[in-house]
């Protein structure tokens, strides 16, 4: 009640019915101000409070007053006094429905109008890359992770490898190549043949932390009569500079027979419309690997790392160990001395052969000091070799380490 005498001061009730001719106004009215039947006679009153009396259970120490509240809510509503106010429709649904509109089409014009605030936000934050540079250049985002960091806190070699082999693929699915293959066109997928990396050469600068973004750019080229090359170059997102410089040079296998293919004219129509002749490294290191003795290549080498084998989740779709795995093994002969002040600076892989589920390894590392830095710090090169303990050589290796804190050269991106 008291509500209603609020809201009638703000809302006035309709003026006055007119007298009747003897001077009384109607006991009641509708809405139009014209005049209403009796609701009910005295009798149906008398029954309405019978009931309500029935209805209302006894409160020790309040009867009289919940009888006569009880009472009062029986009464039928054209006994009631009605007023403008309780006479509106309830206004709060439709009033929750337009402001739920409001807010719905606020959110969409926000997604449609989104523009980043500062250049970090320029991040690919959905992992898609796209193509620049007249469709011959595939350019990804990436930031580090906490879980790609070693011990350094910065991402580690295997880290960045791994954003090379993402990129290559990203970069065939985006330009429609994929087929149902690691890497395979449609048509290679008819003819049951996959691309395997032959040689790799990769220049670090710099490594980055976690929660840099990297910028990583590949591309694709040319290779002999029958290979390709693939390249890439990773830049730091914010300054720009190099991060690493890559370049690799790839062959077909056979998944059936597991022997190396000639490329298909079919599959070459497919792939040299993305060709390009821009280089990441001009200067490759083209230096043949030294020879270890096959019968005595435990002696020869200063540190050797036996019984290595390979896990289920090192096998790629291919049935064969990733190539960024055999980094790790190639690693794992290193002297933790070479790993504790020294981080690596250069590597080149010469891949010989594939591994598979069932193989157990061996990786020899072999390791020279060098004295041709101009300030004067040590620098280390090694020859690794990873093989089979049967004897079959699967990859060959060499390393570039530079002491930990110096200043590698400033490169900035690459000019196009």
């Excluded at 009888?67 to 439709?94: C, G, I, K, V």
């Excluded at 994929?178 to 990396?197: A, C, H, I, Q, Y």
């Excluded at 710090?377 to 004897?391: A, D, F, I, P």
């Excluded at 060959?396 to 000019?415: C, D, F, H, V, Y």
Aim: proline share 5%; hydrophobic share 40%; charged share 25%.
């Amino acid at each position: 009640m008291a509500g209603s005498i609020a809201a009638a001061a703000f809302f006035p009730g309709p003026p006055a019915p007119p007298k009747s001719a003897l001077g009384e106004r109607p006991d009641s009215l509708d809405v139009r101000g014209m005049a209403a039947k009796q609701a009910s006679s005295s009798s149906a009153v008398r029954a309405a409070r019978t009931r309500a009396h029935a209805a209302v259970p006894k409160v020790n120490g309040g009867g009289k007053s919940a009888l006569a509240d009880a009472e009062h809510d029986a009464m039928p509503s054209a006994a009631q006094p009605r007023t403008f106010y309780n006479q509106l429709p309830d206004w709060s649904m439709l009033l929750a429905a337009i402001t739920t509109i409001f807010l719905a089409a606020e959110k969409q014009w926000t997604l449609l109008d989104w523009k980043p605030k500062r250049p970090d936000m320029l991040v690919d934050t959905l992992g898609f890359g796209t193509i620049v540079h007249d469709g011959v250049m595939f350019r990804q985002n990436f930031s580090i992770r906490s879980y790609e960091i070693g011990a350094d806190r910065t991402a580690s070699i295997e880290t960045l490898m791994n954003h090379l082999q993402e990129t290559a693929l990203n970069h065939v699915k985006v330009v429609g190549l994929l087929g149902d293959g690691f890497g395979s066109t449609p048509e290679m997928s008819k003819r049951n043949l996959f691309w395997v990396v032959s040689q790799m050469q990769a220049i670090v600068e710099r490594y980055p932390c976690w929660g840099d973004t990297v910028e990583v750019n590949t591309w694709v080229g040319h290779h002999g009569k029958n290979g390709m090359r693939r390249d890439w170059h990773i830049r730091d997102s914010v300054t720009g500079l190099t991060v690493l410089k890559a370049t690799s040079k790839w062959v077909m296998m056979n998944k059936v027979t597991r022997r190396l293919a000639r490329i298909p004219d079919e599959v070459r129509t497919e792939i040299e419309p993305f060709f390009s002749e821009y280089a990441a490294i001009d200067d490759q290191d083209n230096r043949k690997f030294p020879k270890l003795p096959e019968h005595d290549r435990a002696t020869s080498a200063k540190y050797v790392r036996t019984g290595l084998t390979p896990r289920w989740a090192d096998l790629d779709i291919n049935q064969h160990v990733n190539n960024v795995k055999y980094i790790g093994w190639i690693l794992e002969s290193a002297p933790i001395s070479i790993l504790e002040n020294h981080e690596l600076a250069s590597i080149v892989l010469d891949y010989k052969r594939e591994c598979g589920r069932n193989s157990v390894l061996e990786s020899h590392t072999t390791v020279h000091t060098d004295c041709a830095d101009e300030s004067g710090e040590t620098t280390l090169h090694c020859e690794h070799l990873l093989s089979l303990e049967s004897g079959p050589t699967i990859v060959k290796a060499r390393t570039m380490w530079r002491p930990k804190g110096a200043k590698s050269q400033e490169t900035a991106a690459l000019s196009w």
